[in-house]
């Protein structure tokens, strides 16, 4: 079955940096699109980065672009988020994400989601 796991959230100072992680497995990762999305408390959960299965083709919410950098390892079956100069706004619960066709139509998988924390 379709399993998402993110690690390497944490505990940050605004300006810091983390990088997180989600190890993809159950489909074929090389042929999916991946995002990133976060949710704060009391907010909508929002887009925050995508990446193609190739590579070449990003997009960031215009929030993170220049601090954030979304990458992936198709051998590992694992995508990245880079996040640098992190502020408090940027605290959220971070989730992995990928859609796939089935036969009922398109399902999103979401991984459990890992905490950032920014501290001012």
């Known amino acids: 079955q379709v399993q998402l796991v993110e690690s390497g959230g944490g505990s940050v100072q605004s300006g810091g940096s983390l990088r997180l992680s989600c190890a993809a497995s159950?489909?074929?990762?090389?042929?999916?699109?991946m995002n990133w999305y976060r949710q704060a408390p009391g907010k909508e959960r929002e887009k925050v980065a995508s990446?193609?299965?190739?590579?070449?083709?990003?997009w960031y919410v215009d929030s993170v672009k220049g601090r954030f950098t979304i990458s992936r390892d198709n051998p590992k079956n694992t995508v990245y988020l880079q996040m640098n100069s992190l502020n408090p706004e940027d605290a959220a619960i971070y989730y992995c994400?990928?859609?796939?066709?089935?036969?009922?139509?398109?399902?999103?998988?979401w991984g459990q989601g890992t905490q950032v924390t920014v501290s001012s």
């Open positions: 994400n990928t859609q796939i066709w089935e036969w009922s139509g398109p399902h999103d998988y």
């Open positions: 159950g489909f074929t990762f090389s042929a999916k699109v």
């Open positions: 990446i193609s299965s190739g590579s070449d083709t990003l």
